[in-house]
C-alpha cells in the first residue's frame, strides 16, 4: 500500500496552481526508479511556493520496505522527511497500473500533495500531481522549467 511516512492528514494551506520540477531533479527522479525496477520507488520533493506555485528543490528519495515493493510503494518516516512544503512522490511500474492513484493510493497516502511517476519500463512516462482537498482528490500541473527558464512546459501525462 503506497503511503507517505507521515501520520494525519493536513489540507494544503492553500492549492497550487502547479508544480515546477527542474530538470536535474526530474533526472534525479529518473535514476532512483531506474535503479528499483522493477519495484516501486518513492520519496520526496522539497519545495518552495512562489505566488500561487510549487517549484522542487531537492529530491529526497526513501526506501521501499513494503512486503511487496513490485506492486506497492510504502516508506517509514526518517529526519530526512522534508518540512512543508513538500510533495510525496511514488512510481507505479506494471503497465497494467494506472498512470492516476489508485484506491490503494488514495485510502494510505497521508500527504496533501502526491506525485504518481508512470514508469512501466523503468523510464517516467508520466507525471501527474493530486491534491487532497475537502471532497477528495484533484489533479494540478505539473511543469518544467522552459529555455532560458523564463517559460514553464508541461510534462508528460497520461489519462
Given at each position: 500500500?503506497p503511503?507517505?511516512?507521515?501520520?494525519?492528514?493536513?489540507?494544503?494551506a492553500?492549492?497550487?496552481?502547479?508544480?515546477?520540477?527542474?530538470?536535474?531533479?526530474?533526472?534525479s527522479?529518473?535514476?532512483?526508479?531506474?535503479?528499483?525496477?522493477p519495484?516501486?520507488?518513492g520519496?520526496?520533493?522539497?519545495?518552495?511556493?512562489?505566488d500561487?506555485?510549487?517549484?522542487?528543490?531537492?529530491?529526497?528519495?526513501?526506501?521501499?520496505?513494503?512486503?511487496?515493493?513490485?506492486?506497492r510503494f510504502v516508506?517509514?518516516?526518517?529526519?530526512?522527511?522534508p518540512?512543508?512544503?513538500?510533495v510525496?512522490?511514488h512510481s507505479?511500474?506494471?503497465?497494467?497500473t494506472?498512470?492516476?492513484?489508485?484506491?490503494?493510493?488514495?485510502?494510505?497516502?497521508?500527504?496533501?500533495?502526491?506525485?504518481?511517476?508512470?514508469?512501466?519500463?523503468?523510464?517516467?512516462?508520466?507525471?501527474?500531481?493530486?491534491?487532497?482537498?475537502?471532497?477528495?482528490?484533484?489533479?494540478?500541473?505539473?511543469?518544467?522549467?522552459g529555455?532560458g527558464d523564463?517559460?514553464?512546459?508541461?510534462l508528460?501525462?497520461?489519462?
Amino acid at each position: 500500500m503506497p503511503a507517505s511516512p507521515t501520520s494525519g492528514t493536513v489540507l494544503f494551506a492553500r492549492t497550487p496552481g502547479s508544480l515546477t520540477i527542474p530538470d536535474e531533479l526530474q533526472d534525479s527522479i529518473a535514476a532512483t526508479i531506474a535503479a528499483s525496477h522493477p519495484h516501486e520507488a518513492g520519496g520526496y520533493l522539497a519545495c518552495t511556493r512562489r505566488d500561487d506555485r510549487l517549484h522542487a528543490t531537492d529530491h529526497v528519495p526513501l526506501e521501499n520496505v513494503a512486503a511487496e515493493p513490485r506492486w506497492r510503494f510504502v516508506a517509514t518516516a526518517t529526519d530526512r522527511v522534508p518540512s512543508e512544503p513538500r510533495v510525496f512522490y511514488h512510481s507505479h511500474t506494471s503497465p497494467s497500473t494506472p498512470s492516476g492513484l489508485t484506491g490503494v493510493d488514495r485510502r494510505n497516502i497521508h500527504d496533501p500533495l502526491a506525485l504518481v511517476v508512470f514508469a512501466p519500463h523503468g523510464e517516467p512516462y508520466s507525471y501527474r500531481l493530486f491534491q487532497l482537498g475537502l471532497f477528495g482528490w484533484r489533479e494540478v500541473p505539473v511543469t518544467t522549467v522552459g529555455e532560458g527558464d523564463a517559460e514553464s512546459e508541461k510534462l508528460p501525462r497520461l489519462m
